[in-house]
């Protein structure tokens, strides 16, 4: 079946300008969706963990420190806050499809740029521009997600979608350590402009427009008026809230994946083989609590689903911080602790992501989706950078957990005060 087949009605197909038709979508055309969107949501996957295991590497081709490579993980994170705050509502405005295919042709481009980068300084300027032009990627999928489904529907297909996504930081490190054994780092970065290239063809032969021509007109508005709707969506409770929560909660995996490829090696020994299988298996936890939120709907409402998460992820990386403090610390321990620090972080996203997306409109669906992912990149990738600024820019298991902690903490207190702020309200209105 083409992709074409997830327009939702023969008009639509002639003129792109008609909106998705209501109710509930054919099961084929889902699966369709979800593998394109998936691929386009795993590429800013892909640009982050499919590098890790070659950090040592890295640093010492290019005469770096540890921190020095950590920055530009940093730098491909600011680059998709940026451009993600750029590219929604450019999406609002123009439509879904042109944004995206220019925003994937300039990622293949710029991965090819990083493979023949001279210098740690050089690869962190084009790691900005890769991150800028993978936001496109990451944003325009769920606004896509807001266009076609609403409420459970939404949360329903978010799960699917991140089990797809799940499988880059899970698959990622382990294909990055095996390219590692055939050529150097800078392969890695061929292999990120081979799979721009296949995102492309996916998008420009097949991916349907799916905000219509109405649509855009609602937002016809620039400057100011954009201006105007992420200044709204900022003081908006039932948006901020939950995208701080989503902001702070990938703080907290961030720190892990930026921080374990040189706590595992300095502390542990790993090799980088031994370092992407024990990454791959802590991703799979992600999969299974994206899997089991899932299963879930229905049955416990998205409030309850995300608060269970953030618990859990509280008390496992409590425990890493004991084992840090205490010298108790082994890979096999900090390994289970992680996988279940993963798996609760698969029950938070997807409900965090719906509570942030579901309660706005679809006029403004790209400009949430934007400010969503600028927040959690920025808030991520510079809270992250904080575990390799000790003595020596050296990042210890000590420093990792400390900065994993306090970010879930953080996380699970606005839950808190969001959840005490609405009771409020409605006992006033009471």
């Known amino acids: 079946m083409s992709l074409t087949a997830l327009r939702p009605r023969p008009s639509a197909a002639r003129t792109a300008s008609a909106a998705p038709a209501p109710g509930r979508k054919p099961r084929s055309s889902v699966v369709l969706l979800v593998f394109v ?13 499919l590098y890790l295991p070659a950090f040592p590497s890295i640093a010492a081709d290019l005469g770096a420190t540890q921190s020095q490579v950590q920055l530009t993980l940093t730098a491909i994170m600011i680059g998709l806050a940026v451009g993600q705050l750029a590219i929604g509502p450019m999406s609002d405005r ?37 991150g800028l032009a993978a936001a496109a990627g990451a944003v325009i999928s769920r606004a896509v997600v807001r266009d076609t489904f609403d409420g459970d529907d939404g949360a329903r297909f978010f799960s699917r979608l991140v089990l797809l996504v799940g499988l880059a930081p899970m698959l990622g490190p382990m294909l990055g350590g095996q390219l590692l054994l055939v050529g150097s780092w800078r392969l890695i970065f061929v292999a990120l ?12 032969f097949g991916l349907p ?46 720190t892990y994946i930026s921080a374990f490829s040189f706590v595992s090696h300095d502390e542990f020994g790993t090799t980088p083989q031994q370092f992407s299988l024990i ?36 008390a496992s990386v409590g425990v890493l911080a004991a084992l840090a403090l205490t010298g108790g610390a082994s890979l096999v321990s900090v390994t289970a602790v ?28 790209g400009a949430g989706s934007a400010l969503l992912g600028t927040l959690q990149f920025a ?17 210890s298991i000590v420093s990792m957990s400390g900065v994993m902690l306090a970010t879930a903490a953080a996380a699970l207190a606005v839950f808190v005060v969001q959840a005490y702020l609405g009771s409020a309200r409605r006992s006033a209105r009471v």
């Open 338 to 365: 992680l996988f279940v620090m993963m798996f609760c972080t698969g029950l938070i996203s997807p409900n965090a992501t719906t509570l942030a997306i579901a309660g706005q409109p679809a006029s403004v669906a």
């Open 279 to 314: 990454f791959g298996v802590n991703s799979l936890g992600m999969v299974l609590g994206n899997q089991v939120n899932a299963a879930l709907i229905g049955r416990m409402d998205t409030s309850r689903r995300l608060l269970a998460g953030l618990v859990g992820s509280l």
């Open 193 to 204: 402009a081979v799979a721009g290239l296949v995102n492309l063809a996916f998008v420009f």
């Open 379 to 395: 808030i991520g990738g510079g809270l992250a950078a904080v575990t390799g600024m000790g003595e020596g820019g050296q990042a």
């Open 94 to 130: 123009w439509g879904r499809r042109g944004p995206l295919l220019v925003g994937v042709a300039v990622f293949t481009l710029s991965s090819l740029a990083c493979a023949v980068a001279p210098s740690v300084e050089a690869l962190s300027v084009l790691r900005f521009v890769q």
């Open 37 to 49: 969107l998936g691929l386009l949501s795993a590429t800013s996957s892909l640009a982050t963990d």
């Open 209 to 254: 427009e799916t905000l219509s021509r109405e649509q855009r007109g609602q937002r016809g508005q620039r400057g100011r008026g954009s201006l105007r709707v992420l200044v709204r969506l900022l003081l908006d409770v039932r948006f901020i809230a939950p995208s701080l929560i989503m902001a702070l909660s990938f703080a907290m995996t961030f």
